[in-house]
């Protein structure tokens, strides 16, 4: 258990700096900041106009869900990338099959047209 005792203070010291930071402004705020100007919407300097609820086309949405699915390729990349001349072959061809996949799924979504822009 000794082993864990660093590990256990470096928690520990976390956890109250992250309570000390969410605690102090409520210390130091004060609840006279309730007149109108002060609680209406705020929007560039002017009146709010149209509804906060409006909808979007989902090709936004598709955007950032194609990011999510393909942002893995860098991020597995680069550990492979690194220590090249270090790794076997069976982590070479497996880097090449997730390359792949991922080309496959690319290939796909483009030949479906979901990314483009009209």
């Known amino acids: 258990m000794l082993e ?16 000390l930071l969410l605690g102090l402004p409520f210390l130091f705020s004060s609840n ?16 709010p106009s149209g509804d906060a609820r409006s909808r979007f086309d989902i090709r936004f949405y598709l955007v950032s ?29 497996s880097m090449m099959a997730f390359l792949l996949i991922l080309t496959i799924g690319s290939l796909y979504e483009w030949k ?3 990314s483009d822009r009209e």
Not at 36 to 42: H, I, N, R
């Open 65 to 93: 869900i194609l990011f999510i699915i393909f942002d893995p390729e860098v991020t597995f990349s680069f550990p492979w990338a690194v220590p090249l001349n270090k790794i076997d072959l069976f982590g070479s061809w």
């Open 32 to 47: 006279s900041s309730t007149y109108p100007e002060k609680l209406s919407a705020y929007e560039c300097g002017f009146d």
């Open 4 to 19: 864990f005792a660093p590990i256990s203070i470096y928690l520990v010291i976390s956890l109250l700096v992250s309570l």
């Open 112 to 114: 479906r047209g979901a």
